[in-house]
T-cell receptor
Framework: AQTVTQSQPEMSVQEAETVTLSCTYD???????LFWYKQPPSRQMILVIR??????QNATENRFSVNFQKAAKSFSLKISDSQLGDTAMYFC????????????FGEGTQLTVNP | GAGVSQSPSNKVTEKGKDVELRCDPI?????LYWYRQSLGQGLEFLIY????????KSGLPSDRFSAERTGGSVSTLTIQRTQQEDSAVYLC?????????????FGSGTRLTVV
């Protein structure tokens, strides 16, 4: 079974600064996908960024980038130029590369961006 | 519809009563998932539907929980004889294919409170 661990229950950052959220996972799979989801107070989970495990290059999406260390089973999210709208709960998630595969989520990190 | 729609948005029920939660996935999406998010925790997989195949019910916590999906579209999650520990946000998600490496599209959830 896969497990996903987010060791930071809460984090805060000043507007315009950079923050990194940590995530580690455990799996015996060789092919899989990793995701960061954002959950604002509206409750809807929004996909922020995804990483394919067989790609060595770290994924980037505008101000969001990841540091994917496959050997260490680490998948951190870096948010640059933090904005007030980034305030939300962030979840790291894992998916095996098989049909009907469910997402396995970490416990989440509550990020607050302060003005 | 344009997104995954869930109803009701909020539900308060008395302990021992039955409740039904509804999910209307994106039109054409064949895969549908239910997750439970307890207070301050990550998402817990409940059940998965794929087309006309038998659902994967392995995440249902007890026999008080059941779900069906009619016509490969709308899904209903039923909780019988509700208990206080059932209080949580119930999230539904759908995806176009049996396996989607881009994750799923989530609804905004139903917040269930059992008093």
């Amino acid at each position: 079974a896969q497990t996903v661990t987010q060791s930071q229950p809460e984090m805060s950052v000043q507007e315009a600064e950079t923050v990194t959220l940590s995530c580690t996972y455990d799996t015996s799979e060789s092919n899989y996908y990793l995701f960061w989801y954002k959950q604002p107070p509206s409750r809807q989970m929004i996909l922020v960024i995804r990483q394919e495990a067989y790609k060595q290059q770290n994924a980037t999406e505008n101000r969001f980038s990841v540091n994917f260390q496959k050997a260490a089973k680490s998948f951190s999210l870096k948010i640059s130029d933090s904005q007030l709208g980034d305030t939300a709960m962030y979840f790291c998630a894992f998916m095996k590369e098989t049909s009907g595969s469910r997402l396995t989520f970490g416990e989440g990190t509550q990020l607050t961006v302060n003005p | 519809g344009a997104g995954v729609s869930q109803s009701p948005s909020n539900k308060v029920t008395e302990k021992g009563k039955d409740v039904e939660l509804r999910c209307d996935p994106i039109s054409g999406h064949t895969a549908l998932y239910w997750y439970r998010q307890s207070l301050g925790q990550g998402l817990e997989f409940l059940i998965y539907f794929q087309g006309n195949s038998a659902p994967d019910k392995s995440g249902l916590p007890s026999d008080r929980f059941s779900a069906e999906r009619t016509g490969g579209s709308v899904s209903t999650l039923t909780i019988q004889r509700t208990q206080q520990e059932d209080s949580a946000v119930y999230l539904c998600a759908s995806s176009l294919q049996r396996f989607s490496s881009y994750g799923y599209t989530f609804g905004s959830g139903t917040r269930l409170t059992v008093v």
